[in-house]
């Protein structure tokens, strides 16, 4: 298996540092960048296989960054934000980052982050062939990892989104607890903020065209967690 590249990118240095030597100890190769175009041309020259990336960047700030990476690549993209209510904008981008860490962070939380996130990368490299899934209003290609709704699209769904997705229509009408999508989606050895799941159903939803009053698709099960609605096509 080849050495995953992931691209670290923050204008603080003491920050690029404590993240590379903990994803170095995880077997990672790490690159660089300090400001947004320099991130972009690093990304175009080295195609690494997911980028680390912080919002109040110097040149084009992260949210700007993320947008144009988005134009040509579905890379997987964690974003770190020194505020929580910069996840409100974040889930403003159809399609945006995969993940996202609030700073001041734990290194040791982000490395699990990133090692989930490969992992489904890794698996989807080497899966065997996947039955596409057929549902009142919604198909969904695992092997093209496309979501199509009421035959437009396909929808601009993150990786971690497609993931999340996926997990809920594999098991229609199945409750799902946070704590059981962060083991399907984020790994069993994920720790943090099980709100995470929160923010994703959101961006889901919304890349879906989905009510949450009204949901066609992802329903809320008060207390408990979430359930995929949509009816099976035989």
């Known amino acids: 298996m080849k050495t995953r ?13 404590t993240v590379r ?30 980028v680390i990336l912080d919002v ?9 960054v993320l947008r144009r990476i988005r ?24 399609g945006g980052s995969d993940d996202y860490v609030t700073k001041p962070f734990s290194p040791r ?13 890794d698996q989807g490299d080497d899966a ?26 396909p929808a601009g769904l993150s990786a971690l989104d497609f993931d999340l997705l996926t997990a809920m229509a594999r098991n229609p009408g199945r409750v799902f607890t946070r704590r059981a999508l962060l083991a399907h989606v984020w790994g069993e050895d994920f720790f943090g903020d099980e709100r995470v799941v929160d923010v ?13 009053t009204t949901p066609r698709f992802v329903g809320t099960v008060r207390a408990v967690g979430y ?3 949509a009816r099976p096509l035989v």
């Open 200 to 212: 994703h159903i959101r961006t889901l939803r919304r890349a879906l065209g989905d009510d949450a």
């Open 128 to 153: 065997p062939a996947d039955p596409v899934l057929r549902f009142d209003g919604l198909t969904l290609d695992p092997d093209a990892r496309t979501v199509h709704v009421d035959g437009a699209g």
């Open 109 to 121: 939380e982000l490395a699990l982050r990133v090692r989930a996130i490969l992992r489904r990368t």
């Open 71 to 94: 134009r040509t690549s579905q890379i997987p993209v964690i974003m770190l934000t020194a505020r929580a209510e910069e996840v409100d904008r974040l889930i403003g981008f159809t």
């Open 227 to 229: 359930r995929f609605l």
């Open 21 to 50: 030597g903990y994803l170095e100890a995880d077997g990672l190769q790490i690159i660089e960048a300090a400001d947004g175009p320099s991130a972009l041309r690093t990304l175009a020259a080295n195609q690494p296989d997911l």
């Open 56 to 64: 109040m960047l110097p040149g084009l700030d992260g949210f700007e």
């Open 5 to 17: 590249r992931v691209l670290v990118v923050d204008d603080e240095p003491k920050i690029r540092m």
